[in-house]
């Protein structure tokens, strides 16, 4: 019997919820229901009706992304039967759903007058788990107590379960239009994301272990026995402690999309974790295999799943000192606590920021500055500009923020001082509300309405009122979604005169001609600041 082996470098760990790839809003236990009333079950629905529909809408490449499951017509019995399934074992779910609604009517009915009266009138099942307010227009609105409700059943732990399976290449189909049947080669996990067998597994991608034990520890089926003992290997990995940056100053590292390694001798820190699979590829590029042992700090700037990526957290997660998330309003529907969801996940160590809080870290700090935009004006606050003071250097992740109001920049300018390094996402033609927003709105928005409050970022003239605004010495565009091992999240197929790209490359124009150092990362790269560079 083989005892000690290595998990390979290109296993990959799927979230699901109900059969659907699991991100931000499929967590929380106020907002899970919505969308699989609202999205999932509607999505199932209509592929069992008329397949067909589906099948063509998906020939058509302005269609991918649309409401169309991306399975061929054949396998329309496997999603009625999951259709079934969903709508058996999700019944309080539903139930959940329209107590939503009834809650929504009797708010919108509020007159301004004392809300005391209604409490009884609230639906049982939201009784006690909501607190009703008015704002000082006397709008009328619920605040729901996330802690007492992921400690209810209403929080459905059985509904997640993970797929696990090996990656030998960039492609892979769009997740969140089409759930995930069980699929030749993936073994299915039914097991709850924050099992700590999901840590033993991943772990073993750098300490050898016994397949046998974890396989026992995640209750592999027999059936299952030959394809799991295919995740292993005997080859060692390449030491992580030779990933380690130990030289003077700051490394930085672009892994992909808005995830950058930031390193000093004395700390590791992430954005927004989303890593490439290591694999035979013609597109070098820095993968699992080549992040340190330990990664001192997380920092995450929004719940979008391309920011917010699950199926990298659990993998990392053993390995993670501190996640730091941008605080939540507090028990808004739309705003759900990114702390409260990573800790229901297994994130014992989560930092919550407000604007302008501060954590000492070794040989600087970190702190969360105001990001804009980029959420349809919804009220989330659960989104934030993360500024790394490190070795004498200011870093600024400012994710998908968009200058709305410009002048926010010469506050924050004033406020913290010169910036050495800028990183700014510049997708500026994104979807329109609905397509994130949606399945949280009880009723649906007028198509006007919708197509003007969308899920934009920066544009050329919006990034210049930053930059000119904060005078950073260097500029970098990332998180454009064009690397492609983030193809089942994003379907941003560039073109080369797409008005994102063209904005960008105008961008660093701008930036060349005003002698700022600048670039738009792709694929990989690497820079230094202070006495390594
Ligand atoms: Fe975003």
């Known amino acids: 019997m083989r005892t000690a082996q290595y998990l390979k470098p290109n296993v990959s760990i799927e979230p699901l919820y109900n059969q659907w790839y ?24 209509s592929f069992v009706t008329a397949p067909d529909v589906h099948v063509a809408a998906l020939q058509n490449p302005a269609l991918a992304g649309g409401p169309y499951i991306n399975y061929p017509a054949a396998r329309a019995g496997e999603i009625e039967r999951l259709l079934d399934r969903t709508v058996k074992d999700q019944a309080a779910s539903l139930r959940f759903v329209e107590a939503l609604a009834e809650l929504d009517k009797l708010l919108a009915a509020a007159t301004g ?19 009703l307010t008015y704002d000082l227009n006397h709008r009328a609105s619920a605040r729901f107590i996330e802690p007492l409700l992921y400690r209810s059943p209403h929080y459905r732990e059985s509904s997640q379960s993970m797929l696990l399976r090996l990656i030998t290449e960039d492609k892979r189909p769009y997740v969140f239009s089409t759930p995930r049947l069980d699929t030749e080669g993936a073994i299915h996990l039914h097991r709850a994301f924050r099992d ?78 989303v890593i490439s699979y290591d694999f035979p590829t013609e597109l070098p590029r820095f993968t699992h295999a080549d992040l340190p042992e330990r990664i001192d700090y997380v920092l995450i700037t929004h719940g979008h ?12 997660r053993t390995r993670i000192g501190t996640i730091v998330v941008p605080r939540s309003g507090g028990g808004y529907l739309a705003d759900p606590s990114l702390g409260q ?39 989330i606050r659960a ?15 400012a994710a998908d923020a968009n200058a709305i109001e410009p002048r926010l920049y010469d506050h924050v300018h004033a406020a913290v001082g010169p910036i050495d390094v800028m990183f700014l996402g510049m997708e500026s033609e994104g979807a329109p509300m609905s397509w994130m927003y949606g399945p949280l709105l009880h009723t649906p928005m007028a198509r006007k309405m919708d197509q003007s409050r969308r899920v934009n970022g920066s544009n050329c003239e919006r990034a210049i009122e930053i930059v000119s605004r904060l005078r950073p010495a260097q500029v970098y565009v990332y998180a ?32 060349r001609d005003h002698g700022i150092t600048t670039g738009m990362p792709y694929i990989r790269d690497e820079l230094f600041l202070g006495a390594g560079a």
């Open 22 to 45: 699991a991100w931000w809003y499929l967590i929380p236990p106020q907002t899970a229901p919505m969308f699989v009333a609202n999205l999932h079950l509607r999505i199932m629905k």
């Open 113 to 131: 007058h004392s809300l005391e009266p209604l409490y009884p009138k609230v639906p049982d099942l939201l009784q006690g788990y909501v607190e």
């Open 196 to 273: 700590p067998a999901v840590d033993a597994l991943f772990r073993m991608r750098l300490e050898p272990g016994s397949p046998d034990d974890v396989a026992a520890q995640l209750g592999i089926e027999p059936r299952d026995a030959a394809l799991f003992a295919q995740l292993f290997t005997d080859e060692a990995p390449r030491p992580p402690s030779a990933n380690r940056y130990t030289g003077d100053g700051v490394r930085i590292r672009y892994l992909g999309h808005a995830c950058v390694l930031i390193e000093s001798r004395d700390v590791t820190i992430l954005t927004d974790p």
């Open 305 to 316: 799943a391309d920011h917010l990526m699950l199926e990298t957290l659990l993998q990392l």
């Open 341 to 379: 969801l990573l800790r229901a996940v297994g994130f014992e160590r989560v930092i919550e920021l407000e604007d302008f809080d501060r954590i000492p870290i070794p040989g600087g700090a970190l702190t969360g500055l105001p990001f804009f935009g980029e959420h349809c004006d919804l009220n």
């Open 383 to 397: 989104k934030t500009a993360h500024l790394v003071q490190l070795e004498g250097k200011a870093m600024l992740m």
């Open 480 to 511: 454009m979604g064009r690397e492609p091992w983030l193809s089942h999240v994003m379907v941003l197929d560039y073109h080369e005169e797409a008005p994102q790209l063209l904005g960008a490359r105008k961008l660093l124009q701008y930036c």
